[in-house]
């Protein structure tokens, strides 16, 4: 059986006076400084990009015809099956697309990528992470279950069921990578990784110098931040 695959907006059809920036619930929680300076980088590089930052649960409250840049695998997904007229590109797609984008050197280091559950069907995305990574001078080494065959991190399954179940398919998962170094784009997998004593570099974090942080890893805890900012937003 032939694999779903689910395009984004080509970026030539962008129309600019509706493209918006929503860099997610989680981004938005874990270093709020990190949605502007990539939001800047977007306007210095790519094009006239506007702030969105109406939660995916809710009606984004846009016209129709417009496009929503994220870097949240969920976000992409709700954004663009719940609400008609709203189209979508990942973050990676477009940073990916300016070819003279200024990036750090990461001096040849060896990383795993763990790709998000709700990017499963956009192997466009897996290829953008992958150019970005190489072009920081970052080498990979794929685990078994990558791209389009990759495995939920394990965050997904909470609250369905307990902590210690979750902790352990996340702490499964960490094992599946070949390298102590893991890449992720979604901070749920920060949390993931983290768990099962990996060492998560966060794309965002790469791209802009930064070190990835776990911080918050009792799930209960995380996830009551997280639907508290949702609820706000």
Known sequence: MKAIRIESIKISDI???KCYFNPGCALSIYKPKLEHNILD???EHFG???????????????????TIINNCAGCDRRFRSMYDGIQTISLWEI???IENLPLPDHMKMKVSVQDPCSYRPKPQVHEAVRSILKRMNIEIMESQYHGTSSICCGDNFYPSLSIEEVNKLQKKRAAQMPCQD??????SCVKSMTIGEKTAHHMVDLILGEKTEAQETRLDVYHNALKEYIDAH
């Open 15 to 17: 129309n600019m006076d």
């Open 41 to 43: 980088m977007l306007n």
């Open 182 to 187: 893991v890449v992720v784009y979604c901070v």
């Open 48 to 66: 006239p990009v506007k702030m969105h930052n109406i939660c995916c649960r809710h009606n984004p409250g846009l016209p129709s015809g417009s």
């Open 95 to 97: 940073l990916d697309s």
